[in-house]
């Protein structure tokens, strides 16, 4: 196998993986904001252990850039609570489609917080991404759970947008690795004291669970993300990160019994539709 082979294979595994951490949002008999508590500091702790096998552990980042961390951190902790609620009351489906929203998102507001300018093509994706999220709401009622999770999963993308938005230059000074576990650490500080206090009592299956979450579906999927990336352009991994939802859904379907409906199928074909073109865009400049 070359090194090429390998690291393709090493980034659809990272997505694969990603795409099944919205499974434990039904599996685990958890609030979301517990159940990020507990993953961000069993990550935090793995992605450590990682910095420390690299002997990357040293040197405390200071100054504007630890600032920054903490609030990307703090972005990345309501990313998270907000998408497993997104996932709780509604489907999988509906969740990570709605959170899919995010490339969008970035492209509409980056020009305007880095004071770039913005185009006319940024405009036109937002709005099929609008009628995409529209199409995935059967009606605008706060009554419908399918409403809420589509709401709760667009903020789970604002969130993430916003998190992209504060790392974009840490990430080139630090590495990703060291990034990401900043950012693990800050929202393991913000959520646990939280969830100590109202948190539900946690049992044995729920800790296996979790550890499995933290482990092998958050700082696994990072590493592996992170190595492929030495030897595979930008623009190809945008083009195989748009099948997160796809393998989201096929999972959620074969382990969950969750078929999504029709609208589901045609609002998230709008959605990945724009998330491809926003892709293709990248990958022509």
């Not at 990345?76 to 490339?103: D, E, K, N, R």
Request: net charge positive.
């Amino acid at each position: 196998m070359t090194t090429r082979q390998r690291s393709l294979l090493e980034l659809n595994t990272a997505v694969l993986l990603w795409a099944g951490t919205a499974l434990f949002a039904k599996w685990i008999a958890l609030p979301a904001f517990q159940i990020t508590a507990l993953r961000s500091v069993v990550a935090a702790m793995a992605l450590f252990a990682v910095l420390r096998w690299q002997g990357r552990a040293g040197g405390l980042v200071g100054g504007r850039d630890f600032w920054l961390l903490t609030a990307g951190g703090v972005a990345m902790a309501a990313h998270w609570v907000t998408y497993f609620q997104a996932i709780q009351v509604s489907t999988v489906a509906i969740g990570i489609l709605a959170l899919h929203t995010y490339p969008v998102m970035t492209a509409l507001t980056e020009p305007l917080v880095f004071k770039e300018r913005l185009r006319a093509p940024d405009i036109a994706l937002a709005l099929m991404v609008l009628a995409g999220v529209a199409v995935l709401v059967p009606d605008f009622s706060l009554a419908s759970h399918v409403t809420w999770g589509v709401l709760l999963g667009v903020g789970s993308a604002a969130c993430f947008a916003l998190r992209n938005l504060l790392t974009r230059g840490v990430v080139a000074r630090h590495g990703g690795t060291k990034v990401t576990f900043y950012q693990l650490a800050a929202s393991a500080a913000v959520l646990l004291p939280i969830a100590l206090i109202f948190g539900e009592p946690l049992n044995v299956t729920a800790g296996g669970q979790l550890l499995l979450l933290g482990v092998c579906f958050t700082a696994l999927p990072h590493t592996l993300y992170t190595r492929s990336l030495q030897h595979i352009k930008a623009r190809s991994v945008g083009v195989i990160a748009t099948l997160l939802p796809i393998y989201g859904a096929i999972a959620a379907a074969v382990l969950l019994g969750e078929i999504p409906a029709v609208r589901t199928l045609v609002g998230g074909a709008i959605i990945l539709a724009a998330v491809a073109l926003e892709s293709w865009r990248v990958m022509r400049n």
